[in-house]
C-alpha cells in the first residue's frame, strides 16, 4: 500500500491549515489557565558612590517565590576575572522577592577602579523554575567616574550599549545552526538585495507601528555596531540588539529622537547605509491573530484523504508562532510540545485560546474525544510572541524575526503562521531566507 513520504505530509498539511482556520470554541473542553510561576529578573546593575557594584532583583512572574529557592538559588556577580557566589537568601533577606512585584537592591563588595565588564547570571544552574528562563542574566560596560565621587553622587555606569539582556555580545551567542535541507553554512549567503522599489514610508501615528521604533538588519555584528555609532553621532540611540544565531544576521532597534519621526529616522539610517542596504531599515510593525468561524464541514482532511492514527507524523518537527499553549488541555495530553516566550518580561501576554486551538488541531490523538490533530506524532517547536494590548492579542516584527530565527535553529519542516499586518521589509527577508533553506512557511491569508 501506497504510504506517503515526509514531504507529501507536510505540503498536505500547509493545504488543511489554509483552509481549515479554527476557532476555541471547537476545543472539547475550556482552556485552563497555566500554573502561575515566578520570573527573577535583574533590571538593573550599575556602581554606588564609591564605586561598588550593587545590582536590583525583581519578580516579574505572575506567580510567587517559594520558600525552598532561597536555599537553592545561588547569584554569580563576575567583575573581570573576580566571579563571586551569592545565595539568594543573603541577597534578600527579608524574602521580599516572594512576592510578585517584589524588588530588593544589593550593594556587593566587588569594586571596580576603572571600566569593568560586569556580568550578573541568576540561577545558572536552572534550579528554579519560572515564566521566562531567558532573561537570567545582565551584562553592561560599567565605568568609575573620580569627579563624580568627589562630588558625593552615584559613580555612573557610563555604556556605548544597553545591558546585555537587550544587546548580546557576539561572544556570548552560540555559533549559527545550519538550517534544515542545506548544505554549508548559513552565513555563505550575505543579504539579500533590497525590492526594486521600497515601500511608502510610514505615516505619523499609525496604529500599525510600535511607536519610536526603528529596525535595522545587518550582515554580523561588527556590522551592527559600526552603524549604531554611526547613528549616535546623528542622535539616533540604540534600544536592543540580538544576533539572529541561526540565520546569520543582527538585527538592532533603535529609538526615533524625540523632535522626529518614524519616517525621518528611517531615512536618517538609510543615509547611513549604501543603497543596496536601504532596504534593512524599516519600522517596528504590530501584527494581530486572524481567525473565524471554524466551518463544522472540514472539508480539508476529507479532500485530502487525510487518515490521521497517533503515530502520523513521527520525526517531523513543526514550528508556530503564536499565543501560549494550555499544556493542560485534555486535548494535548501526551503531545510533545517545546514553548519559548518571546514577548518582553513584565508585558502582559496574550490568553492561550488561539495558540492552544491550532496546537490540537496539529497534535490532538485522534482517538481522543476532542478535536483529531492532523499530525500527532509530530514534534511541535512553539514560539510564544503574542501579548495583549488594547483588548487583543498582537506581536510585533522584532519578536516574530526572534521566533522565527529560532525555529530556523531547531530545524524545523514548517511554520504555521495564523496572523496578518503590514508588509516588513526585514520579515520579508527572513521569510525567504527559511524558504530557501527549505522551510515551508503557512500563512493565515486569504482563509
Given at each position: 500500500m501506497w504510504q506517503p513520504s515526509n514531504r507529501h505530509r507536510i505540503l498536505a498539511l500547509a493545504l488543511v491549515?489554509?483552509?481549515?482556520?479554527?476557532?476555541?470554541?471547537?476545543?472539547?473542553?475550556?482552556?485552563?489557565?497555566?500554573?502561575?510561576?515566578?520570573?527573577?529578573?535583574?533590571?538593573?546593575?550599575?556602581?554606588?558612590?564609591?564605586?561598588?557594584?550593587?545590582?536590583?532583583?525583581?519578580?516579574?512572574?505572575?506567580?510567587?517565590?517559594?520558600?525552598?529557592?532561597?536555599?537553592?538559588?545561588?547569584l554569580w556577580l563576575s567583575v573581570g576575572k573576580d566571579r563571586r557566589r551569592l545565595s539568594l537568601a543573603a541577597v534578600d533577606p527579608q524574602q521580599a522577592l516572594r512576592a510578585p512585584g517584589g524588588r530588593v537592591a544589593?550593594?556587593?563588595?566587588?569594586?571596580?577602579?576603572?571600566?569593568?565588564?560586569?556580568?550578573?547570571?541568576?540561577?545558572?544552574?536552572?534550579?528554579?523554575?519560572?515564566?521566562?528562563?531567558?532573561?537570567?542574566?545582565?551584562?553592561?560596560?560599567?565605568?568609575?567616574?573620580?569627579?563624580?565621587?568627589?562630588a558625593g553622587g552615584p559613580a555612573p555606569a557610563a555604556r556605548s550599549e544597553p545591558a546585555d539582556e537587550a544587546l548580546p555580545d557576539a561572544a556570548d551567542e552560540p555559533p549559527p545552526v545550519p538550517l534544515p535541507f542545506a548544505g554549508g553554512s548559513v552565513l555563505d549567503a550575505p543579504l539579500p538585495p533590497p525590492p526594486e522599489r521600497l515601500p511608502p514610508l510610514p505615516e505619523a501615528n499609525d496604529p500599525a507601528l510600535e511607536p519610536g521604533e526603528v529596525m535595522v538588519l545587518s550582515d554580523n555584528m561588527a556590522a551592527a555596531r559600526a552603524l549604531a555609532a554611526q547613528a549616535r553621532d546623528s542622535g539616533i540611540r540604540i534600544l536592543r540588539r540580538k544576533q539572529l544565531s541561526a540565520l546569520g544576521w543582527?538585527?538592532?532597534?533603535?529609538?526615533?529622537?524625540?523632535?522626529?519621526?518614524?519616517?525621518?529616522?528611517?531615512?536618517?539610517?538609510?543615509?547611513?547605509?549604501?543603497?543596496?542596504?536601504?532596504?534593512?531599515v524599516e519600522a517596528n510593525h504590530r501584527y494581530r491573530l486572524q481567525g473565524a468561524a471554524a466551518d463544522p464541514r472540514r472539508y480539508g482532511p476529507r479532500l485530502l484523504g487525510w487518515q490521521s492514527t497517533p503515530a502520523c507524523g513521527k520525526g517531523l518537527r513543526l514550528g508556530l508562532v503564536d499565543t501560549a499553549i494550555d499544556h493542560g488541555h485534555p486535548d494535548l495530553s501526551g503531545a510533545d510540545i517545546r514553548p519559548r516566550r518571546f514577548v518582553t518580561t513584565g508585558v502582559a501576554t496574550a490568553p492561550p485560546d488561539h495558540g492552544t486551538a491550532i496546537a490540537a488541531q496539529l497534535l490532538a490523538d485522534p482517538a481522543g474525544d476532542g478535536v483529531a490533530g492532523l499530525l500527532p506524532g509530530a514534534r511541535l517547536y512553539a514560539a510564544e510572541a503574542f501579548r495583549w494590548r488594547d483588548g487583543a492579542a498582537e506581536t510585533t516584527s522584532e519578536w516574530l524575526i526572534a521566533a522565527l530565527d529560532w525555529l530556523a535553529g531547531e530545524q524545523v519542516t514548517v511554520v504555521n503562521l495564523s496572523f496578518a499586518g503590514p508588509r516588513n521589509l526585514l520579515v520579508e527577508q527572513v521569510i525567504e531566507r527559511l524558504t530557501r533553506r527549505g522551510v515551508r512557511v503557512a500563512a493565515a491569508a486569504g482563509n
Open positions: 491549515l489554509a483552509t481549515a482556520p479554527l476557532s476555541a470554541q471547537e476545543l472539547a473542553a475550556p482552556v485552563r489557565p497555566a500554573a502561575a510561576l515566578p520570573d527573577l529578573r535583574a533590571p538593573a546593575l550599575e556602581l554606588d558612590a564609591r564605586c561598588r557594584v550593587r545590582f536590583t532583583l525583581v519578580n516579574d512572574g505572575p506567580g510567587r517565590l517559594s520558600a525552598t529557592a532561597y536555599r537553592r538559588v545561588s544589593y550593594d556587593s563588595e566587588l569594586t571596580l577602579t576603572g571600566e569593568e565588564r560586569v556580568t550578573l547570571a541568576i540561577d545558572a544552574k536552572g534550579r528554579l523554575r519560572e515564566a521566562d528562563e531567558d532573561n537570567n542574566r545582565r551584562t553592561a560596560t560599567l565605568r568609575c567616574v573620580t569627579e563624580n565621587n568627589r543582527v538585527v538592532s532597534v533603535f529609538r526615533v529622537p524625540a523632535e522626529s519621526s518614524v519616517a525621518e529616522t528611517i531615512e536618517q539610517l538609510r543615509q547611513q547605509l549604501p543603497p543596496e542596504r536601504h532596504g534593512q
